[in-house]
């Protein structure tokens, strides 16, 4: 079972229109929330008028920040702290000044959507508008409009890693030194289903139900409940139905969140709100947003002998949850890639700026990392005169060094990079391809060819070492099997399903182990009532850490299945052995109990050990040893259109290494829509903001996303180099795609462009920008 392409149990809801998402659900007396945004991106809040909103008929209440302050309700949580990190007060609507335009001033509750929205309008804000400032780097400039009382010089934080003494002197004495700026432009998630919640309040017991697009509900229980509202755990459900994608924006606590559970508890009714499109650009957390500069050292031969990057990244207005983790632990400690390299040294300023907060988005971190790693490594073999494969497989860590330590912190758990680079360079066929390449350049045709050699850190942990570093959660994960009387078993894991294909990958692991049908497995999630915990589903950690706490739980089933099956073929337990669903004496298979056969003797409890307790279930919970790591090399060829600049990709080759596969199916589906975003990211997509913090691209008119019909059919294939760290030797698939293809498609739109003596352009490589690079170098 493990292994095979088995299609999604869950996909017959989803395509048939039965999926529950939870703008589906409605509860007995519903209100409705609309929000009133700051218009302006730095405003001091004068006056908030809501006497005409409160007079319509239909409408319950109007609050503001200063009420939810009075109503004892605390600023949101940072979840990840470093030394010296200034945290500003991030309350769920402004208190006295909007620090980002979108930011919520007020709420109206009605007992319409409609009537919501119309009454929102007639809330009157009187705003003195302030200096505001977009860019990281001009918020760290003298003079800068300031954002916050206790963070001087809009810097959040500082934050560095590595030795850079060593790093200085590598570089010092180097034969080469490449120098590159990169830009990491802002990306705005973008989810089928925006982010919702809809929350009830149960004066009668004094409890909340919180049903939420969320990705990792018991997280939102705890820092929602204990650190913003004071709601205890007992008395407060989070239920994440299904959920239209999360891409990361929906791991964190969100101020729509907390203002619905505080107006439920205030009117006494549920509160619904559904985030149209052009609040889920203005409020959702973005992501990326670095610029850099890197400094890659070369000896004679062509090694990396020294990295020195430089990131300024922009946090927007306020941290969000476990923003500051992005540019500093899941960064930073990614620069070595796949390569051997003796000394890096990365220092990272964050800054306040206006404009929304920016947190995790699809790899959070590690597309950053690759980008800024690969995107040099290209720089470097033109400058050095070599081929960037020969140059990456140069630099390649050897696979006798595994588990391998890098200069920066991480210890890489098992890897063997050549053989994934050597087959995507058949795949494409890379020599044939750089002489069509030659021969289309003499027709004026650029084609362009880029690599990328990614390296991904999956599985976050163990968990004492995240919280040494600064994490305020643990990262481990919860897992429990139930097996029925029937021999039919309910999963429950902490992990959650935002799309990714759990309820069968999940019930593939069970029945392989169980020996079971796939059909006989239910999978649950993503609600707290049911799930004893869990720490939900993000940078590809539920196979890997979910996954494995499923495993041992079937262990421990297994094991109690051992002991009753033994006791009633009236054998020693090792002399049994488990295999195709039953339990046999070994050498006299005919003395057998099926495993159906032993699920109904553990209830019935009628022959079973003495000592033994009746029922067969098990619970479980795994806090790795240490992270995984996923790796591959991804190629991309382009052709650059010389006479309107518009870039066309006309092959995708991805090689990954993601130890064992549970569903290649599913592994493949999510490494497609990864490759999507991470194209998307090279080519079309940005949240632009103007000089003044105004958001350009606040829709689908302004902002690009992929479609289908601007890619190629990708090619995929695997290697495989299971991993030492989990019994199941798997690694992260989700994001991987994602981490790959942005710096191979900028690399090959660059390469498709050598001959015009463009070096690099930052993301997107948008047509205009293209075509206006190639005109002023006397372009067509």
Known sequence: MIGESVKRKEDGRFITGKGRYTDDITLTGQTYAAFVRSPYAHARITRIDAAAARAMPGVHAVFTGADLKAGGVNPLPVGWLHEGIQ?????????????????????VIADSAVLARDAADAVQVDYEELPAVAAAVAALASGAPQLHANAGGNVAFTWQLGDAPGTDAAIAGAKTVVKQHLVNQRLIPNAIEPRACNASYDAANDEMTLYVTSQNPHVHRLIMGAFVLGIPEQRFRVVAPDVGGGFGSKIFIYPEEVVACFASKQIGRPVKWTATRTEAFLSDAHGRDHDTDVEMAFDAAGKIVALRVKTVANMGAYFSLFAP?????????????QYDIPVIHVHVTAAYTNTAPVDAYRGAGRPEATYAL????????RTLGVDPA?????NFIAPSKFPYQTAVALQYDSGNYEPALDRALAMV??????????????????????LSSYIEACGLAPSHVVGSLGAQAGLFESGAIRVHPTGKVTVLTGSHSHGQGHETTFAQLVAHELGCSIDDVDVVHGDTARVPFGMGTYGSRSGAVGGTALWMSLQKVKDKGRLIAAHQLEAAPEDLEFANGAWSVKGSPGRSKAFGEIALAAYLAHNIPADMEPGLDATSFFNPSNFVFPFGTHIAVVEVHADTGVVDVVKYVAVDDFGNVINPMIVDGQLHGGIAQGVAQALWEHGAYDDTGQLNAGSFMTYAMPRAEFLPMFETDRTVTPSPVNPLGVKGAGEAGTIASTAATANAVIDALSPFGITHLDMPLTAAKVWAAMQSRGGH
Request: aromatic share 8%; glycine share 12%.
């Open 325 to 337: 983790a992005v540019p500093t632990y899941l960064y930073g400690t990614l620069l070595s890639g």
């Open 429 to 450: 066929d890379y020599k044939g391809l750089r002489a069509k390449q030659a021969a289309a350049r003499a027709q004026g045709r650029y084609i362009g060819i880029g």
């Open 87 to 107: 945290i500003a007060e991030h309350h769920a609507m402004a208190v006295g000044v909007a620090r980002f335009a979108g930011e919520a001033v007020a709420v």
């Open 374 to 381: 690969e995107r040099t490594l290209d720089v470097a073999a």
């Open 390 to 394: 020969e140059l990456r497989r140069r």
